[in-house]
């Protein structure tokens, strides 16, 4: 599958830096409100460690959760565990997705889907999501343009450290590999390193791609596919327009 695999140290890095209930300004708020209508079952494709279904799970939302990495749905049973929730999580591939059940809404936060590196990948996974739809159920999802220098690719940007629980330390360091304005991508590789009193114990690399979309082009992508009462938001306040490339845009489109 053409993601960017989330690994175990890499995981571990998501859950301190973006713990369950970490909101990218009204994300959470925004989720809730724009789902109050939503009477049947509720799927958050690529749901990670839980950050969003958790909030959702709580405040009674019907959700379930799917996701590639058997680290993230690890993590993210681990904290469903801690709050006595039950939900139901398929270890899934997008691309190849067949669940049991057909959704009144299914959701992508956090522009998770922009790590579909492929667009005809991207395309593929559109079409199946669209497919696990009740019909009229709506897709919401979140895209953003990305900021970055031409002139850094094949350097590293620095590197970071962050503190564990246990008193374990990872380290992080990126160095950008591609950055492709014609074809809308970027990719990047990760060395994670995580250190125990002073000693290296484990290591992971991560490649790390990401694809951007404009808002018209993505538009256009939805209504091929099907998908109608498409309307996007900025910065998660329902019906206001996207006015520049900083906003997170955040598509709904109704089966």
């Known amino acids: 599958m053409s993601f960017s695999y989330y690994g175990e140290l890499c995981t571990e890095v998501y859950d301190v830096t ?8 009204n994300e ?20 990670g460690s839980g950050r969003v279904m958790i909030p959702l799970l709580e405040a ?3 959700i379930e959760g799917a996701d590639y990495s058997q680290d993230m749905l690890a993590l993210c049973r ?18 190849n997705l067949s669940l ?6 299914i959701i992508i936060p956090a522009g998770s889907f922009q790590l579909i590196e492929k667009r005809e990948d991207a395309v593929k ?15 919401m999802l979140d895209l953003f343009l990305p900021e970055f220098s031409f002139e850094q690719t094949g ?21 950008l590999m591609e950055a492709d304005l014609f074809n809308q991508q970027k990719i990047s590789h990760l060395k994670y390193e995580k250190w125990r009193e002073g000693r290296l ?11 951007w979309y404009g808002v018209e082009e993505f538009r256009l992508v939805l209504q091929s596919i099907g998908f109608t009462d498409i309307t996007v938001s900025a910065d998660f306040q329902y019906g206001t327009p996207p006015s520049n490339h900083k906003q997170t845009y955040t598509f709904e489109a109704v089966k």
């Not at 973006?18 to 300004?25: A, D, E, I, L, Q």
């Not at 904290?79 to 999580?89: D, M, N």
């Open 155 to 175: 350097k590293f940007s620095g590197t970071s450290l962050f503190s564990l629980p246990n008193g374990d330390t990872i380290t992080l360091e990126e160095k």
């Open 201 to 211: 114990i484990q290591t992971e690399l991560q490649r790390f791609a990401l694809r």
């Open 125 to 139: 996974v559109l079409k199946n999501l669209y497919e696990h739809l009740l019909p009229g159920g709506k897709l």
């Open 78 to 95: 681990k904290r469903c565990k801690e709050r006595k929730l039950t939900p139901t999580l398929y270890e899934a591939d997008l691309l």
């Open 28 to 47: 959470i708020s925004y989720y809730k409100e724009r789902l109050a209508d939503s009477k049947g079952r509720i799927l958050e494709a690529m749901v």
């Open 18 to 25: 973006k713990p369950v209930g970490h909101s990218f300004g």
């Open 60 to 62: 009674g939302f019907r």
């Open 100 to 105: 049991p059940h057909e959704y009144s809404a």
